[in-house]
Nanobody
Framework: VQLQASGGGLVQAGGSLRLSCAASGRPISSYYMAWFRQAPGKEREFVAAISWSGGSTSYADSVKGRFTSSRDNAKNMVNLQMNNLKPEDTAVYYC????????????????WGQGTLVTVSS
C-alpha cells in the first residue's frame, strides 16, 4: 500500500487543521492506521491510532481532547482533525499502516506516508 499525507500548513495557536492520508494499491480497510509526528531534533512520536473499522481510537496524552482520528474506508482515507493547536504541535506529521493491531512504537509500522509539515505560530 502507498500512503500520501496532506493538509499541513501554517496556523496560529488556537487554530485548526485537518490532515488526510490517502491510500492506494490496497484497500485501507486492511490496515490498522496511526499518525506520528517528528519535530526537529526529536524522535518520532505517537499521536493517534485507529482500528480497521474506526470503532477504536487511541491518542497521546498531549493531544487527547484536541485531536480526532477518523477513517473512511470507502474513500480509502484516514483523517486527523486537529483543534486548538499549540506551538508544541509543530512537526512533520506522518500516517502509517500495519496489517495487525499496532501500538505506539513507530518501529512496528510497515508503511509510511511522506509526511506533511504542520507549523503553529504563537
Amino acid at each position: 500500500v502507498q500512503l500520501q499525507a496532506s493538509g499541513g500548513g501554517l496556523v496560529q495557536a488556537g487554530g485548526s487543521l485537518r490532515l488526510s492520508c490517502a491510500a492506494s494499491g490496497r484497500p485501507i480497510s486492511s490496515y490498522y492506521m496511526a499518525w506520528f509526528r517528528q519535530a526537529p531534533g526529536k524522535e518520532r512520536e505517537f499521536v493517534a491510532a485507529i482500528s480497521w473499522s474506526g470503532g477504536s481510537t487511541s491518542y497521546a496524552d498531549s493531544v487527547k481532547g484536541r485531536f480526532t482520528s477518523s477513517r473512511d474506508n470507502a474513500k480509502n482515507m484516514v483523517n486527523l482533525q486537529m483543534n486548538n493547536l499549540k506551538p508544541e504541535d509543530t512537526a512533520v506529521y506522518y500516517c502509517a499502516a500495519r496489517g495487525i493491531v499496532g501500538n505506539r512504537d513507530y518501529r512496528q509500522y510497515d508503511y509510511w506516508g511522506q509526511g506533511t509539515l504542520v507549523t503553529v505560530s504563537s
